[in-house]
């Protein structure tokens, strides 16, 4: 069986997924926006490096 299941739906509006591991199987609800841009690597690099603040781990992904 394995460790976390996630189930993802890529509508229009927003990617909907929820995630859960099967040790606690809480629920976890997942919403991004549909907007896609390419970013080089190196100006992901300088953003995390000199932004002011931080978002919690939770609400803050890069995916590549």
């Known amino acids: 069986m394995a ?3 996630i189930v ?3 509508g229009g509006s927003f ?3 929820f995630s859960t591991t099967m ?3 809480v629920p976890q609800l997942t919403l991004m926006e549909p907007e896609v841009a390419l970013v080089p690597q190196q100006s992901i690099e300088v953003y995390e490096r000199n932004k ?3 978002a919690a781990p939770e609400n803050s992904a890069w995916i590549e």
Do not use: R, V, Y
């Open 3 to 5: 460790d976390l299941t």
């Open 23 to 25: 040790s606690s199987f």
């Open 8 to 10: 993802a739906d890529p």
């Open 15 to 17: 990617l909907k997924s």
């Open 52 to 54: 002011i603040g931080s």
